[in-house]
T-cell receptor
């Protein structure tokens, strides 16, 4: 009954490979996000979707492409992986929608990506 | 640039002591200030949050103090316990539409260690 679940939890891959991280939320939220946490634990937003529509697209290399097949899922595909992509990637969701007051964001447990 | 500045980077407190973490912001459009707690291997989880129309909010041992004129807010943990040892993030966001929707700007985090 996990609220926001990501798979896989760990991902080790070689430079140049393409990989995907999947995220699903069962909270009925309208908005989902991808955050990146670097080795110094700094959290930075990458993307957000509201009802399958891309809302935030932060300055992220276009090797990163989010896909939202429905409002309960937001996947992250990464092409041509580089050493600098190594980080922990968090999926999150919130009930925020247009006009709603800010509310809590629920985070998944993270995917630790290591590029070797 | 860093939208929310957090200090200290690390904090060591004895059991029963008071832990204080400070944050400052520049953007006066921010109208929601949450604190997130993150344990190793887990995603951040909302601890407590405040809006700028109040100067203080208390939930159990955790208190946010908010100074709108100084654009500063802080987290106080009273009677700190070893179980409070975690990384704490302050954040700020703007209720809004379009690209500001739900975007959380995080501080760089404070690693709190509570010694028994």
């Amino acid at each position: 009954d996990t609220a926001v679940s990501q798979t896989p939890k760990y991902l080790v891959t070689q430079m140049g490979n393409d990989k995907s991280i999947k995220c699903e939320q069962n909270l009925g939220h309208d908005t989902m996000y991808w955050y990146k946490q670097d080795s110094k634990k700094f959290l930075k937003i990458m993307f957000s979707y509201n009802n399958k529509e891309l809302i935030i697209n932060e300055t992220v290399p276009n090797r990163f492409s989010p896909k939202s097949p429905d409002k309960a899922h937001l996947n992250l595909h990464i092409n041509s992986l580089e050493l600098g992509d190594s980080a922990v990637y968090f999926c999150a969701s919130s009930p925020r929608g247009l006009g709603l007051l800010n509310t809590e964001a629920f985070f998944g447990q993270g995917t630790r990506l290591t590029v070797v | 640039q860093q939208q929310v500045k957090q200090s200290p980077q690390s904090l060591i407190v004895q059991k029963g002591g008071i832990s204080i973490i400070n944050c400052a912001y520049e953007n006066t459009a921010f109208d929601y200030f949450p604190w997130y707690q993150q344990f190793p291997g887990k995603g951040p989880a909302l601890l407590i949050a405040i809006r700028p129309d109040v100067s203080e909010k208390k939930e159990g041992r955790f208190t946010i103090s908010f100074n709108k004129s100084a654009k500063q807010f802080s987290l106080h943990i009273m009677d700190s316990q070893p179980g409070d040892s975690a990384t704490y993030f302050c954040a700020a966001s703007i209720e809004g539409r379009g690209s500001t929707l739900g975007r959380l700007y995080f501080g760089r985090g404070t690693q709190l260690t509570v010694w028994p």
